[in-house]
């Protein structure tokens, strides 16, 4: 069983920055591709960037590009989203996501952060 635990959410002003974790459990983090989504008040879940299982890929929705960075450490079991420039309509629940395989769903999805960004 994986388990996916996001930290790092919190309340920031417009224009500031936060950086997510998602800590994973189980030996095979390495693995896979991993993934960032939000969710914001009355809206559908969408995507943010994700990232291949060794770092050497990512990518972005065109929202966040040139603000936020994925990034992982394998050794940690860590997957990052470094959060520049916030806007207020960044405001959301953050989720990451492992994908099972090239091209698949995501299998495993952690209970959420909230950021909010204040304008």
């Known amino acids: 069983q994986v388990q996916l635990v996001e930290s790092g959410g919190g309340l920031v002003q417009a224009g500031g920055s936060l950086r997510l974790s998602c800590a994973a459990s189980g030996r095979t983090f390495s693995n896979y591709a991993m993934g960032w989504f939000r969710q914001a008040p009355g809206k559908e879940r969408e995507f943010v960037a994700r990232?291949?299982?060794?770092?050497?890929?990512?990518d972005y929705a065109d929202s966040v590009k040139g603000r936020f960075t994925i990034s992982r450490d394998n050794a940690k079991n860590t997957v990052y989203l470094q959060m520049n420039s916030l806007k207020p309509e960044d405001t959301a629940v953050y989720y990451c996501?492992?994908?099972?395989?090239?091209?698949?769903?995501?299998?495993?999805w952690g209970q959420g952060t909230q950021v909010t960004v204040s304008s």
């Open positions: 996501a492992r994908r099972a395989a090239i091209g698949a769903a995501y299998d495993y």
């Open positions: 990232i291949s299982w060794n770092g050497g890929v990512t």
